[in-house]
């Protein structure tokens, strides 16, 4: 294990706890994950479809839906909160990082979406949350750029004055979860 210490960009300790035990890669379905509050790839008019968002929807249940239709629209970049139906989690965090009608994921939303998300954690005071690759999936992004701009942010993120404990990359598969994991060594080497 590396000594967080040494990495200038990502935090140091918090407690007694270390950067690689604050932020936690594994292969899983996350609608399965016992935490405060798990990250949905929507589209920016939350419709939960396909992919990850479509998962959400059947095992949590309609409520969900009826709180983003109620929420309705928002900006490509940013993110939304709602309550989380049936799943383990509290909350389901809505980071839209593409549009609907053909408005793909780019970096630049990756990132401002996957910070939102954080921020609004933070702002509930919720310790633990859950993200997939956002839009890597419906949106084509690609995984390995993915898990650079989601693994800076987070670690970013960490080095702030936050609730947040850990911050949780559930894959869908092995190859994600390698992905994941190498940019993270990358991140913190």
């Known amino acids: 294990m590396r000594d967080a210490a040494t990495c200038e960009t990502l935090p140091r300790v918090t407690g007694k706890k270390t950067i690689h035990e604050r932020i936690v890669i594994q292969k899983g379905d996350i609608t399965e994950m016992d935490v405060d509050a798990i990250v949905n790839a929507a589209n920016n008019d939350l419709l939960l479809g396909a992919g990850v968002a479509g998962a959400i929807a059947r095992k949590g249940g309609e409520s969900i839906q009826r709180e983003c239709n109620e929420i309705g629209s928002i900006p490509v970049g940013f993110a939304a909160i709602t309550e989380a139906g049936n ?70 993120h960490l080095n702030q004055d936050t609730s947040l404990e850990t911050i949780y990359f559930v894959l869908f598969d092995e190859a994600s979860r390698e992905v994941f994991a190498t940019a993270f060594d990358k991140l913190v080497s």
């Not at 799943?87 to 939303?109: N, P, W």
């Not at 919720?126 to 993915?146: E, N, Q, Y």
Request: hydrophobic content about 45%.
């Open 87 to 156: 799943l383990k989690a509290r909350y389901v965090i809505h980071a839209a990082s593409m549009g609907l009608g053909g408005v793909r994921t780019t970096a630049k939303t990756l990132q401002t979406s996957t910070a939102h998300s954080l921020r609004l954690a933070a702002e509930r005071g919720l310790k633990t949350i859950a993200f997939p690759a956002v839009g890597t999936g419906v949106s084509g992004f690609p995984v390995r750029d993915c898990a650079e701009i989601m693994l800076r942010e987070a670690a970013q």
